[in-house]
């Protein structure tokens, strides 16, 4: 099969060097983790997806030692049964459902879903005074290697987790953290600086997500810190038209999400993300994960057929047919290869 020579390994690397190196050169460093988590239950609808699960509004405060920050989520849950998979999902509106979360679909399922409106935690932009940011970057002011809006984001899904890992009625061993986009870079990055999640679902994640950046078609380095700079650290912008020769690429992300699972899904007509080189990733991620004593990626040995699904390890994968988008397609394969294991 065609493959990228030259990759650096992470093979040999522990998994908070690898870690390191990504904040560092990349995402910039995350807040520190908050020393209380304190929920509010503002509204509760029994009735929801015909009475079928609970929607709730939630408000979590959290206090760290950069003072204290409460955003909203939203939380939907099966009304009968117990011990239910869940996700964490970073989604771009706050609308239950949205086109984005077929929310009834993943209830009948028997899942429960934690929503978490990205701009509730921070706006997608370069303005670093703006709710957490503000907090933690008194007058907006960032070091070279503090994050970005990417690792604000991702602080969020960890911190949903804190909260979700407190519910009796979930299944602790298996909550996810999923994400489309910029929220899949997102996923990818909370799964890796997180053990606790049981795998990140990276949904057309592309550049500076789950695609290599060497030899990469569509989005460049380049390209991205030109438009959304604020995603990533400052020191990112030194790779700009270095993707054939940075000293690490986009498999140590998922490698760092070792042992859990990582999932990367691509859609066929996503040519700006380059499908080709998300799943080459996840081809150069399996070395790690096999050297943790995980199953790592099992695939034929060609490039995936529009339509296929390779979930026999722990990093799964699909590629469907269409655009950019986060589908019922993508939700159906999540839930499926979660559901095949326990
Ligand atoms: C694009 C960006 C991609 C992807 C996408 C999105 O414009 O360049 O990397 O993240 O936005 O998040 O919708």
């Not at 020393?35 to 509760?44: L, R």
């Not at 996700?87 to 028997?110: A, S, V, W």
């Not at 407190?166 to 909370?190: M, N, Q, W, Y």
């Not at 390779?310 to 159906?332: A, V």
Request: aromatic content about 14%; overall charge negative.
């Amino acid at each position: 099969m065609e493959i990228i020579n030259n990759l650096p390994s992470p093979v040999g690397l522990r998994k908070d060097e690898i870690i390191s190196t990504l904040l560092r050169e990349e995402y910039g460093f995350l807040p520190s983790r908050p020393f209380s988590v304190t929920a509010k239950e503002e509204s509760s609808d029994g009735g929801f997806a015909a009475s079928k699960a609970t929607l709730k509004r939630i408000s979590l405060t959290c206090k760290g030692e950069w003072g204290e920050f409460t955003f909203p989520v939203s939380y939907a849950v099966p009304r009968v049964g117990s011990s239910f998979p869940c996700f964490i999902h970073l989604n771009f509106r706050d609308f239950i459902p949205d086109k984005y979360q077929p929310t009834e679909e993943i209830i009948d399922n028997g899942f429960a879903i934690f929503t978490i409106y990205y701009q509730d935690i921070s706006s997608d932009n370069g303005d670093f005074t703006d709710k957490f940011a503000g907090v933690v970057y008194p007058e907006g002011k960032r070091e070279s290697d503090d994050c970005g809006k990417i690792g604000l984001w991702a602080w969020a899904a960890l911190t949903v987790l804190d909260y979700a890992l407190t519910l009796p009625e979930l299944d602790h061993r298996r909550i996810s953290v999923v994400g489309h986009s910029r929220l899949g870079k997102t996923a990818l990055l909370a799964g890796a600086l997180d053990k606790r999640f049981y795998c990140a679902f990276s949904n057309d994640s592309g550049c500076s997500g789950a695609a290599l950046a060497k030899e990469k078609t569509g989005e460049r380095i380049k390209d991205i810190t030109k438009v959304f700079p604020y995603w990533f650290c400052e020191n990112y912008l030194k790779y700009v038209d270095k993707d054939e020769n940075l000293p690490f690429d986009q498999h140590w992300l998922l490698a760092a999400n070792a042992p859990h699972r990582v999932y990367v899904a691509s859609a066929e007509d996503d040519g700006w993300a380059c499908p080709k080189n998300e799943y080459l990733a996840c081809v150069a991620a399996d070395e790690y994960y096999k050297k943790q004593g995980s199953v790592g990626f099992i695939h034929p040995d060609r490039l995936p057929l529009t339509g296929e699904r390779f979930h026999d390890g722990d990093i799964g994968y699909h590629i469907r047919r269409g655009s950019h988008f986060l589908s019922r397609d993508d939700w159906h394969n999540y839930m499926r290869y979660i559901n095949q294991y326990d």
